[in-house]
């Protein structure tokens, strides 16, 4: 009879226990089931995907919360002979809109695009009328970094929004809102931009760097440009090249010279050795810095390099 009992008892809480875990099963599953749900939720949102870094960022600021957007290339990539991964290649594959800058910057782009498959593209720069570099072998080519000039990086965006309302139409409003806004913070970047180069008296506006990214800025802000070679994608510093350059430096009296984060200042340390002129510091044209950088944004990337350049031309450094 105890025996029974006992049995009873353990055969009571057996299915207690078994009531108790099932009801946990029930509720891991349902969190389970949430978290598929949410995850579904992310990934409904159409995938952007930009060349680099700068782009990515522009696009961010007018896509808001609707898209996802991601740079192929990361933070300090040489973009102009970047060569896509595998990885690149398979994350391409399920993008909603492909974001490339154009006049010849990504050289790798067109295959890229290609290999992804029938993915929509848009090219930033088409319908812009581009500068053209005016020597070297690129004689006669268009220069590509129209994105160092707020004023042409406002192009950008009109292009931006025609392509976001294409994969989403149901965001058209939130796009033009959004750029709206992002164009209202270019403009003023503009302005901040045009008085802080007008200190820099007239002998001293040459802006000596080691690619010819600045091309767009100098020309929209009354400057004159030289560098050691037109497009990274040509980077060879030849003895001529540099021969060259350092007459320019000499001639001018120019104080101070630059170079770029996305490549090596070796030969323009070697350029302020033999001309006497200063490193003015380096800067940001093809790639964002990190986010504790002083280049985490596009509008803190021109605000670091005009910074740069009035330190280095209007005070004694």
């Given at each position: 009879m105890i025996i029974k009992k006992q049995v009873n008892r353990y055969t009571h809480v057996f299915?207690?226990?078994?009531?108790?875990?099932?009801?946990?099963?029930?509720?891991?599953?349902?969190?389970?089931?949430?978290?598929?749900?949410s995850d579904k939720k992310v990934s409904t949102k159409p995938l952007v995907l930009t060349t680099f870094t700068v782009l990515s960022d522009i696009s961010k600021n007018v896509a808001g919360d609707r898209l996802t957007v991601?740079?192929?290339t990361k933070q300090g990539a040489e973009i102009h002979g970047y060569k896509p991964t595998?990885?690149?290649?398979?994350?391409?594959?399920?993008?909603?809109?492909?974001?490339?800058?154009?006049?010849?910057?990504?050289?790798?782009?067109?295959?890229?695009?290609?290999?992804?498959?029938?993915?929509?593209?848009?090219?930033?720069?088409?319908?812009?009328?581009?500068?053209?570099?005016?020597?070297?072998?690129?004689?006669?080519?268009?220069?590509?970094?129209?994105?160092m000039s707020p004023k042409r990086a406002m192009h950008y965006v009109d292009?931006?929004?025609?392509?976001?309302?294409?994969?989403?139409?149901?965001?058209?409003?939130?796009?033009?809102?959004?750029?709206?806004?992002y164009k209202s913070k270019l403009q003023n970047l503009d302005k901040e931009l045009?008085?802080?180069?007008?200190?820099?008296?007239?002998?001293?506006?040459?802006?000596?760097?080691?690619?010819g990214a600045f091309s767009y800025l100098a020309k929209d802000y009354g400057m004159n440009e030289a560098y050691l070679w037109p497009v990274n994608a040509e980077s060879q510093v030849t003895p001529k090249r540099m021969r060259d350059l350092i007459q320019i430096i000499k001639s001018t009296k120019v104080p101070a010279v630059f170079c770029e984060s996305t490549v090596s200042s070796k030969a323009q340390l070697e350029v302020v050795r033999i001309s006497g002129a200063k490193f003015g510091?380096?800067?940001?044209?093809?790639?964002?810095?990190?986010?504790?950088?002083?280049?985490?944004?596009?509008i803190d990337l021109q605000r670091h390099n005009v910074k740069l350049i009035v330190n280095a031309l209007v005070q004694p450094l």
């Amino acid at each position: 009879m105890i025996i029974k009992k006992q049995v009873n008892r353990y055969t009571h809480v057996f299915f207690k226990l078994s009531s108790c875990i099932f009801l946990a099963l029930i509720i891991y599953g349902c969190k389970q089931i949430k978290l598929v749900e949410s995850d579904k939720k992310v990934s409904t949102k159409p995938l952007v995907l930009t060349t680099f870094t700068v782009l990515s960022d522009i696009s961010k600021n007018v896509a808001g919360d609707r898209l996802t957007v991601q740079s192929i290339t990361k933070q300090g990539a040489e973009i102009h002979g970047y060569k896509p991964t595998p990885s690149d290649l398979k994350q391409a594959s399920v993008a909603d809109l492909i974001v490339e800058n154009g006049l010849g910057l990504e050289l790798w782009a067109e295959k890229y695009t290609s290999a992804a498959g029938n993915i929509p593209r848009v090219v930033l720069t088409d319908g812009m009328q581009p500068l053209l570099i005016s020597g070297d072998k690129y004689k006669g080519k268009p220069n590509p970094h129209a994105w160092m000039s707020p004023k042409r990086a406002m192009h950008y965006v009109d292009k931006l929004v025609e392509a976001f309302i294409e994969i989403d139409p149901l965001g058209e409003k939130t796009f033009i809102e959004n750029a709206k806004v992002y164009k209202s913070k270019l403009q003023n970047l503009d302005k901040e931009l045009d008085f802080a180069l007008k200190r820099i008296p007239a002998e001293k506006r040459l802006l000596v760097t080691c690619e010819g990214a600045f091309s767009y800025l100098a020309k929209d802000y009354g400057m004159n440009e030289a560098y050691l070679w037109p497009v990274n994608a040509e980077s060879q510093v030849t003895p001529k090249r540099m021969r060259d350059l350092i007459q320019i430096i000499k001639s001018t009296k120019v104080p101070a010279v630059f170079c770029e984060s996305t490549v090596s200042s070796k030969a323009q340390l070697e350029v302020v050795r033999i001309s006497g002129a200063k490193f003015g510091g380096t800067f940001y044209v093809d790639s964002l810095s990190g986010p504790s950088g002083p280049a985490s944004t596009f509008i803190d990337l021109q605000r670091h390099n005009v910074k740069l350049i009035v330190n280095a031309l209007v005070q004694p450094l």
